[in-house]
Structure formats: C-alpha cells, structure tokens
C-alpha cells in the first residue's frame, strides 16, 4: 500500500480509504472489526465514516474495532456531519454551529475517542452561512477535538468562498473535499480537479464503484440483485444507471480486466486512483470478500494504452450517466445521491 499526503497538510494517508458505511448495519459488529483489522494489516491507515451513516451506528461499529486492535493512534479517523439524526427535531440536521458542534461530541463518544482527525461537512446547506459553520469547524479544532476539516459533495465556487471566508477572517481551512467519482461520471474534472491541484486540496472519491455497478454483478437485460446497492437503493441510480453506455464502459473496464489478469473493480479503483489530484477512492466493502477484492486494486497499474481506450468510452469531464444531479445555483444547493 502507497501512502499519500492528504492536500497540502503532510499527513499521510493510504492509496484506498476504507468507507465503513456498512457496518453496524448490514454488516454486524464483529465482521465489522474484522474487516477494518484486514484493512489495516494491509497497510490501509484511512478510514472513513459519517453521523448519519445507521443514525450512528457506524460509527459505533468502527469505534468498537479500534478499541478492540488497540490502534486508534494508527490510523487517520475521518467522519462527516450535516445529515438528520432525528425525524422530530428540525435543528437535529444541517450545518449550523448548534448541530456540528452536538455532533462532533456525539461522535467522539460513539467513536470513543479523544479527537477526530478529520471531520467533514457532509452536504452543503445554502440556509447556513459559511462562515457560521467555519467558526464552528474552528472552535473545534481550537478545543483539541478535531484536527482537520474537510467537505463531501461541494462544487468548486463553494469551496473557493469557503478559502476566501477562512482567510478573510482567520479561521482553519478546509483541507479536502469527497466528491462522487468514477468511470460513469467524470465531471470533476472540469472544475474541481483543478481546484484542488490550484489550492493544495485532496480529493477522496466516493462510490468510485459507482454502486458497485463497474463491479460486474449487473447484465444487460437482467433484474436487479436483491441484496445489491441498485436493489437495495434504487434512488442511488438503480434502472438509469443500467443503460447501453454504461456496459459499453463496463465491456471495456472487463475486458481489461481480463487481460491484467485482475477483477473489474480492481481496474475501475486503480483507474481513480491513479488519475491527478486524486488521493484516495473510498471502498466500501460490505463483507471480507469484498475487501479482498478491492485491496487487489493497489497492485493494479492501467498502461497508458488501456488509459486511452477507457478515455475512449468515458470521455474526460463528461457523464456517461450522471451519478447525481445538483443545481448548486447561488441561493439553493439540492444534492440527491
């Protein structure tokens, strides 16, 4: 496992970022550990979780694990807050300094441990100020609790009003954004890849799988696997997802595959990882077969032939379908993934 600076802070995270949205949920306590004890014995030291993630349940599973290998110090501990914890309370959600500064303590208990290294806001929220949440991201980075802050699903002029904000009134940065990424949808390549080579950001692509679609489990024509992401979620893409340029993509990500010898989601993650700016594609195995399979993805190099024809049926910046859909228009932010 590679190990790469996360932005311009200097510390170092691994090439694949262990996404635990799974466990305490569909994947129980136990298996949960094990799983992010084979992650880090494989070198992997970045793990990723949210609040929201089983209305806490997550992070519950994950703080359990590093209390049982003893390794919390080891690894860098990433999670996000912005989402609803509550179904009555209407302050229980979004980015104000009431909600994050309640859960970053709900998290550090639930994940039971001292601090946070890098705490993330998990959607944008156009009815909170930026420099209201800022404040609030420094208060907690002053107080010891959080040592980074970062962002999930931002458009690049977000992120630039969130460095002028920060700069103009002298309060801690953000530091990386977690946006969508993969092979059906490139359009962060137009902005905010750019962005974040300009500024110094890293760039933690989530569902690089794209729901597990480039994994080969869909076939043309075929219903949808019941316990798979699309069956399970369909409002994550499901149906629209499964048309005739997606598997012209996935014919060729197989057909790769074939010839290095290698799974199509070892392909499809060693294409993200391996692109600019890119510090690492969050994996989110559900079961220790999975990861197994994505940890094969670091020893996985694309010659710059096979970068040419994946180019080829997915063009660089464009959507072969779009992954989500947001109007990040001035006075309204709407994010469905």
Known sequence: MEYRSLGRTGVQVSELCLGCMMFGGRTEDEASADIIDRFIDAGGNFLDTANVYTRGRSEEATGKALKRN??????????????????DDPNAQGNSRRHIIEQC?????????????????????????????????????R???????????????????????????????FVCEQP???????RI???????AQTYGFGIIPWSPLAGGFLTGKYQRGSELPEDSRYGQQPQRGGRDTLVEAAFNVLDVVQSIAQKQGCSP???????????PA?????????????LEDNLGAANVKLAESEMDQLNEVSLPGRAVVPYYEADFGPHLVRVVA
Do not use: C
Not at 70 to 87: F, I, N, P, S, W
Not at 149 to 156: D, E, H, L, Q, V
Not at 180 to 186: C, I, S, V
């Open 143 to 173: 107080a010891g609790k959080v040592r980074y802050i970062g962002t999930s699903t931002y458009a690049a002029w977000q992120l630039v009003e969130a460095l002028w904000v920060a700069k103009e009134l002298g309060l801690n940065r």
């Open 180 to 186: 969508p990424y993969h092979l059906l949808d490139r």
């Open 189 to 195: 390549e137009r902005e905010l890849v750019p962005f």
């Open 105 to 141: 303590d709900a998290s550090l208990r639930r994940l039971q441990t001292d601090y946070i290294d890098l705490y993330q806001i998990h959607r944008p929220d156009s009815q909170i100020p930026i420099d209201e949440t800022l404040r609030a991201l420094d208060d907690l980075i």
């Open 278 to 290: 890119i510090t690492s594609p969050i994996i989110g195995p559900r079961t220790m077969e999975q």
């Open 70 to 87: 003893g390794k919390r110090d080891k690894v860098v501990l990433a999670t996000k807050v912005h989402g609803a914890m509550a179904d």
């Open 265 to 275: 989601s070892q392909v499809a993650l060693a294409w993200v990882k391996d692109q």
